[in-house]
């Protein structure tokens, strides 16, 4: 079983629709939940960077964590095409000195 | 946000040569640098760990020898693929950070002829 597990899409919505983007991870030392956004041939860029369980929002984005269910989101609401991209959840605790481990990424596709 | 530069943005050399890569953190001094590999549709693979002054631990399966890392200051770091190969051509993305969260380089396009 990997640490993160993350469905890799791809995921096609229409222009407007409020996207559900999701990870599970099976270690409870995490601690720091992380969102990336990579577009094709392109570097990640950080999005979202919540520490702990709750809500966080930017914008039209909010990151959630629920730790007791080791499960966390990221919405988007009023999609646009430019948000066409991979969406990367990352996390990282006190173990292994803090390593990140990255999910494989959520391929979403918004149409006009 | 923080900000991390790659140069160059591309490359193509000839099989046999090295290429260097370089890595550097803008606004922040990265005590810790990362560098992965990425191919066409797939996740990052992480290649390397380094911090300031300190050797490179490599992940398993990532040959030491043939990608040579330098972190020689706390916003400089480098990748240096030795003795490059046709199956070297991929894309490097390096990373940074001197907190929790990683910031990402724009990535380097490495082809190898």
């Known amino acids: 079983q990997k640490e993160v597990e993350q469905d890799p899409g791809p995921l096609s919505v229409p222009e407007g629709a409020i996207v559900s983007l999701n990870c599970t991870y099976s270690?409870?030392?995490?601690?720091?939940f992380m969102w990336y956004r990579q577009y094709s041939r392109k570097g990640p860029e950080l999005l979202m960077y919540?520490?702990?369980?709750g809500n966080k929002e930017d914008g039209r984005f909010t990151a959630q964590v629920d730790k007791s269910s080791k499960y966390i989101s990221l919405f988007i609401r009023d999609s646009q095409p430019s948000d066409s991209a991979t969406y990367l959840c990352?996390?990282?605790?006190?173990?292994?000195?803090?390593?990140?481990?990255f999910g494989a990424g959520t391929r979403l596709f918004v149409k006009a | 946000g923080a900000v991390v530069s790659q140069h160059p943005s591309r490359v193509i050399c000839k099989s046999g040569t090295s290429v260097k890569i370089e890595c550097r953190s803008l606004?922040?001094?990265?005590?810790?640098m990362f560098w992965y590999r990425q191919f066409p549709k797939q996740s990052l693979m992480l290649m390397a760990t380094?911090?300031?002054?300190?050797?490179?631990?490599?992940e398993q399966g990532v040959e030491k020898d043939k990608f040579l890392i330098n972190h020689a200051s706390l916003t400089l770091s480098t990748l240096t693929v030795t003795s490059a190969h046709p199956e070297d051509s991929s894309f490097y993305i390096c990373?940074?950070?001197?907190?929790?969260?990683?910031?990402f380089g724009p990535g380097t396009r490495l082809l190898v002829l």
């Open positions: 990352a996390m990282s605790g006190n173990t292994g000195g803090f390593k990140t481990i």
């Open positions: 990373s940074a950070r001197d907190g929790r969260p990683q910031y």
């Open positions: 606004d922040f001094q990265a005590t810790t």
């Open positions: 380094s911090n300031e002054g300190s050797k490179a631990t490599y």
């Open positions: 919540t520490y702990s369980s």
């Open positions: 270690n409870s030392a995490f601690q720091y």
